[in-house]
Structures are given as structure tokens and as C-alpha cells.
């Protein structure tokens, strides 16, 4: 089988309900900074609704994923790592929309960013949801969630690599689940969150992710 270094994004998604299944095949790009292994790309007035994206990996990219107005979809089952950046960022700000997704069942690891990275500064990127996540080897972060509300984490396993956080919120956010706490939660930037209150002793008994140090 031939294989075929992206040299620009991988895959586009400009509609709704699409679904790409890569079928256990891998998007490979070429180290450039610049490009995406999967974009997709809604505006602030044509926001992308119900699209699924699963089954692969994704590799080699600025970042593996950019999810830029996305509504109600879900990333799943994917492989995302030795991004130059991100490994997935969902954007909603500058007021758009990026609510209601679903990120589950996904490894990863070894970019040189934020494992995911949310952020809706002056727009939304509310009520998303990242379950079963093994985040491990990220650089920078491996969750960042800047000015977004309602956002629940719950059993992923974070593996820290460096000295930067396992979790970075600021805003709303909800972090529990089934998990064990494998180090300090002082380390995490977590505050102002919706109930249950996530100060650093609450953490530990009630929001129990699995964070690990490298």
C-alpha cells in the first residue's frame, strides 16, 4: 500500500452531519506548523452540527485536530499524536459557537501543545463533554479549558510531562468521574468551577481523575 504524506490539511469538513471513519488508517502530514489533519470549519452565523469523526490516527500536523464552530459532535476512537501543536482544539470564541461535544475513548500523547485545548474567549465552547481520554506526554497541557462553561472531565487519565499542568480551567467547569488521583492536584489551575466545588481538597475527593507525573 502507498503512502501519502499530507503537505497541507488532511481532510476539510465544511457541512453538517458528515462522518469521516478513517477505518483504522492513519492522516499523516509532514511536520508543517501550519496545517490540520482534520478541520473543521464553520462560521459565526453557519455553525457545523452533528459531525463524527472516529477510527484512526492522526499525526504529523500543526495540529491533529481544529474544530473551529462545531456544535452537538463527536470525536471518538482516534490516535492523535506528534502534532507541532494541539492535539485537538475546539475554538468558539469571538463570539461563535463550539457546544454540546463529545470527546471520548481517544489517546493522546507527545504533542508538543495542549493534548485538547478549548477555548471560548468571547464567544462559547459550553457544555462539552471529555470522557475516557488517555492524555499522555503533551508538552504544554493536557487539558486547557479558557473561559467556557458547564464542561464536564471525567475519567481520562492524564500523564504529565514536564512541569505544566495536567488540567488548566478558567471559568465554569466540572471535573469527576471514576478515576484515581496518581499526584498532587495542587499543581492544576482549577477554580471557580460548578458544583461539586473543585478547591484542591474537594478535588481529591470528589473530582478523581487519574493524574500522573512523568
Known amino acids: 500500500m502507498r503512502r501519502t504524506i499530507c503537505t497541507e490539511d488532511g481532510i476539510l469538513i465544511e457541512s453538517s452531519g458528515v462522518t469521516v471513519d478513517l477505518m483504522g488508517f492513519s492522516v499523516t502530514g509532514d511536520g508543517g506548523d501550519v496545517d490540520y489533519g482534520i478541520e473543521v470549519i464553520g462560521s459565526t452565523n453557519a455553525v457545523i452540527d452533528r459531525v463524527m469523526i472516529k477510527g484512526g490516527t492522526i499525526n504529523g500536523f500543526g495540529a491533529g485536530l481544529y474544530c473551529k464552530y462545531m456544535n452537538n459532535s463527536r470525536i471518538k476512537d482516534l490516535v492523535i499524536s506528534g502534532n507541532i501543536d494541539d492535539g485537538i482544539y475546539l475554538f468558539g470564541g ?25 477555548v471560548g474567549t468571547q464567544g462559547q465552547c459550553d457544555g462539552n463533554t471529555f470522557h475516557g481520554n488517555s492524555i499522555k506526554g503533551n508538552v ?3 487539558i486547557a479549558i479558557y473561559y467556557a462553561d458547564g464542561n464536564r472531565v471525567e475519567a481520562n487519565t ?3 510531562l ?3 499542568r495536567g488540567i488548566s480551567e478558567r471559568k465554569a467547569c466540572e471535573v469527576m468521574g471514576f478515576n484515581r488521583s496518581r499526584y498532587s492536584w495542587s499543581l492544576m489551575s482549577i477554580r471557580e468551577n460548578a458544583w461539586p466545588y473543585m478547591s484542591t481538597e474537594r478535588s481529591i475527593r470528589r473530582a478523581l481523575n487519574e493524574l500522573w507525573r512523568k
Open 158 to 160: 492524564i500523564v504529565r
Open 140 to 142: 504544554y497541557r493536557g
Open 94 to 118: 469571538s463570539s461563535g459557537q463550539c457546544n454540546g461535544n463529545t470527546v471520548a475513548n481517544c489517546t493522546i500523547g507527545n504533542n508538543t501543545g495542549r493534548g485538547i485545548d478549548l
Open 162 to 164: 514536564g512541569v505544566q
